[in-house]
């Protein structure tokens, strides 16, 4: 089984950092994509950051210049540094992998338990 588990969540003043964590566990082979998605109350999950092997990473514009994603790849790690916090930046954030496991033949989405991220205001 894969597990990914997330940490860093909390709440935070407006123009404040937070660096959230996840780590993926279990029978991994390779990992492809991972990144974080979030979603606010009455909206749609979005997508956040990701970084892809070979690709590079991604942001949402509305991110862009304050948010940081990296991967520790020998870890099987994803990190989100995120600077000058907005309160719409409040939502839950949620780690995905796209990973395939030993004894698979194909890429699947994995995703963490999620973690709140509150900004005040």
């Known amino acids: 089984q894969v597990q990914l588990v997330e940490s860093g969540g909390g709440l935070v003043q407006a123009g404040g950092s937070l660096r959230l964590s996840c780590a993926a566990s279990?029978?991994?082979?390779?990992?492809?994509?991972m990144g974080w998605y979030r979603q606010a109350p009455g909206k749609q999950r979005e997508l956040v950051a990701v970084?892809?092997?070979?690709?590079?990473?991604t942001y949402a514009d509305s991110v862009k210049g304050r948010f940081t994603v990296s991967r520790d790849k020998a870890k099987k790690t994803v990190y989100l540094q995120m600077n000058s916090l907005k309160p719409e930046d409040t939502a839950v954030y949620s780690c995905?992998?796209?990973?395939?496991?030993?004894?698979?033949?194909?890429?699947?989405?994995?995703w963490g338990q999620g973690t709140q991220v509150t900004v005040s205001s």
């Open positions: 279990g029978s991994i082979l390779s990992i492809n994509v």
């Open positions: 995905n992998a796209r990973l395939i496991t030993y004894g698979s033949h194909r890429y699947t989405d994995y």
């Open positions: 970084d892809a092997s070979g690709a590079g990473t």
